[in-house]
């Protein structure tokens, strides 16, 4: 069994240099295939592959060009990875699963560096509170203990690490023996998600809002205003022309970046770990499945009154996370199909209601059933007969 775990490190100076080098050169590297590839397709209307691009820039591309050399200065499995994942990207389009691939910007997309085991026979080795990573050396982790340490149970397969607002993350990829699932109910739970509640569940679990609590509103705010100061900054910048004022200037720019990224990355942390409650309190009830919607979330977002909200809401996350937990609890997740009129449908006549309104909150029916509308669609959930095994 795979398992992952992300936790904070606190690496050194001279380690912090050799992430930035690694993520910098990795992202190089992954724009230059995407380029490569656009080129290769204008030209000869071929596709080339990351193990091709891979054997072409390390044999012709930086023999021609020594002035590039320093790509090598870094992991040759980092950069290897980069490009595969570039790969990746290319074949989701190519399936129609997602855009076409982006380029990456610095500072503002997620590149993070890779590494894993050099050789098979030997293991990473970490204790509780430091690990030891290829051409990193021991690093210090901030969690002591998280991580499984007992090299005959848990192997560290492989890992990544991050940067987000200044801060550091490994995440480790551990191979570790199969937990015996307990024994589970007999009954099952339909989940409805929304705006107005995150969730409610047909057993009478419900979940508010995390984004209407007055520490995420407060924190939003403080975000607004330091967003305000950071374009105030840069306008200011674009008006100076000497050196010195705009060398002065942009390394006020660099320190009011860092706060708007840290006001981010708390705020999605809040809703991340909000998240990650609903999910484990919802597989603790230990029911015999478990079934929600498919929803449109992209067809959500278009709707600009709603986008923000929607958006904030992580409903993919939800999904995913619990999709990962019924596997490893034995838990069946079943998911109703997008068209299904879940709140619509009368639970005790099933009968369908067309003229229902999102702002009516109360399903009254003809035959004189009277219920929230959200727990009513939970009860559909639980009960519909038309389903995809996720």
Known sequence: MLRSYKTEINPTPKQIQIIHKTIGTCRFVYNFYLAY???????????????????????????????????????????????????????????????????KKKGKSDVKMY?????????????????????????????????????????????????????????VLVEE??????????????????????MIASNGMKKKNINRTAKVRKLEKQLKREQRSLSRKYEGHKKRSTKQEGGATRQNIQKQQLKVQTLHQRINNIRTDYVNKCVSELVKTKPAYITIEDLNVSGMMRNRHLSKAVASQKFYEFRTKLEAKCKENGIELRVAGRWYPS?????????????????????????????????NASLNLRDVKTYKIA
């Open 343 to 375: 709140s619509r449908v009368c639970h005790a006549c099933g009968c369908i209601k067309h003229d229902l309104k999102l702002s009516d909150r109360i399903y009254i029916c003809g035959c004189g059933y009277r219920a929230d509308r959200d727990f």
């Open 115 to 171: 590494f894993v085991k050099t050789d098979s026979r030997v293991i990473i080795p970490c204790e509780r509170h430091r690990i030891k990573i290829p051409t990193l050396g021991w690093v210090r982790l901030k969690e002591k203990g998280y991580i499984p340490t007992d090299p005959d149970t848990h192997v560290i397969k492989s890992g990544t690490i991050s940067c987000h607002a200044g801060r550091y993350y490994v995440s």
């Open 177 to 198: 023996p199969e937990k015996e699932k307990s024994a589970l109910t007999d009954s099952g739970i339909g989940v409805d998600v929304g705006v107005r509640d995150f």
């Open 37 to 103: 590839n656009k080129e290769m397709y204008e030209k000869e209307h071929r596709f080339v592959s990351g193990m091709d691009f891979s054997k072409w820039l390390n044999n012709v591309y930086l023999k021609e060009n020594p002035d590039q050399a320093w790509v090598k200065e870094v992991s040759s499995k980092s950069v290897k990875k980069s490009i595969m994942n570039a790969e990746k990207a290319y074949k989701r389009f190519f399936k129609g699963q997602g855009g076409f691939p982006r380029f």
